[in-house]
T-cell receptor
Framework: GDSVTQMEGPVTLSEEAFLTINCTYT??????LFWYVQYPGEGLQLLLK?????DKGSNKGFEATYRKETTSFHLEKGSVQVSDSAVYFC?????????????FGGGTRVLVKP | KAGVTQTPRYLIKTRGQQVTLSCSPI?????VSWYQQTPGQGLQFLFE???????NKGNFPGRFSGRQFSNSRSEMNVSTLELGDSALYLC?????????????FGPGTRLTVL
């Protein structure tokens, strides 16, 4: 079945540092890829998405590029802030699922220190 | 526009009891999906409803069930609760079905089974 693997956390950074969270996937079709963020005590918020190869999703300074050849969708941000402390989830949906089923990675906790 | 709302936000039950959780999607959204989030298993898809019909189901026992009403509001029910059912239950709504569709998550219902 489909699966998503992302780097385990926690990732601890200083403010203004560069952030990378690795995400790779396995899917039998041609999935759409997403990054969601979860702040403490809240639900998930869509951070960015990409629906085809070489698409770059971007939002709030975060970027991720859909790499079909390496089945990856790594999340990057050039200069993190304390407010970026959260848990980040990589996810996919696949056309053959014919619906809205999201398959998530295990999540990566990011802690940004002032 | 109001977001996805879930009630109650917190719930404490004992083993063997049953529980019903409610989700009100964003106005106009017709698809509602449910997810279970636990520290051990992460985020797992429970089921998806669209136009009052269950369209997709995850790998959960029959104790987990749901339904959707004509106004798109959805409920999920867990019967004969077990300790392992303690989790954050997240509901997500979207306009349509389909892999490229953005899903909006509610804040979740935290269920504790004693």
């Amino acid at each position: 079945g489909d699966s998503v693997t992302q780097m385990e956390g926690p990732v601890t950074l200083s403010e203004e540092a560069f952030l990378t969270i690795n995400c790779t996937y396995t899917a039998t079709g041609y999935p759409s890829l997403f990054w969601y963020v979860q702040y403490p005590g809240e639900g998930l918020q869509l951070l960015l998405k990409a629906t085809k190869a070489d698409d770059k999703g971007s939002n709030k300074g975060f970027e991720a590029t859909y790499r079909k050849e390496t089945t990856s969708f790594h999340l990057e941000k050039g200069s993190v802030q304390v407010s970026d402390s959260a848990v980040y989830f990589c996810a996919l949906t696949e056309i053959k699922a014919a619906g809205n089923k999201l398959t998530f990675g295990g999540g990566t906790r990011v802690l940004v220190k002032p | 526009k109001a977001g996805v709302t879930q009630t109650p936000r917190y719930l404490i039950k004992t083993r063997g009891q049953q529980v019903t959780l409610s989700c009100s999607p964003i106005s106009g959204h017709r698809s509602v999906s449910w997810y279970q989030q636990t520290p051990g298993q992460g985020l797992q898809f429970l089921f998806e409803y669209f136009s009052e019909t269950q369209r997709n189901k995850g790998n959960f026992p029959g104790r987990f069930s749901g339904r959707q009403f004509s106004n798109s509001r959805s409920e999920m029910n867990v019967s004969t609760l077990e300790l392992g059912d303690s989790a954050l239950y997240l509901c997500a709504s979207s306009l349509y079905r389909g892999d490229r569709n953005e899903q909006f998550f509610g804040p979740g219902t935290r269920l504790t089974v004693l």
